[in-house]
């Protein structure tokens, strides 16, 4: 009974550490994706002026959701 439990307890343990790296890697890409996005918007500027207005949009956007994800 005691292997049962042992036995048990590991396969628990490594669902939960391939879920945990699982959301890791989902964090990392959706990080990457959004870089590239803000990146790629930025790039697209006219001019100086455009530029500092896409920047203050990519940070108020950001603002928001950090103060949504704080709500968590």
Do not use: P, Y
Not at 20 to 31: A, D, Y
Not at 37 to 55: Q, T, V, Y
């Amino acid at each position: 009974m005691t292997t049962l439990t042992a036995n048990s307890s590991h396969q628990q343990i490594s669902v939960v550490a391939a879920i945990s790296t699982f959301i890791k890697r989902l964090g990392h890409s959706f990080e990457q994706s959004n870089t590239a996005h803000n990146e790629a918007f930025l790039a697209e500027a006219r001019d100086l002026s455009d530029l500092e207005h896409r920047i203050r949009h990519i940070d108020r956007s950001n603002i928001q959701n950090e103060a949504w994800l704080r709500g968590f």
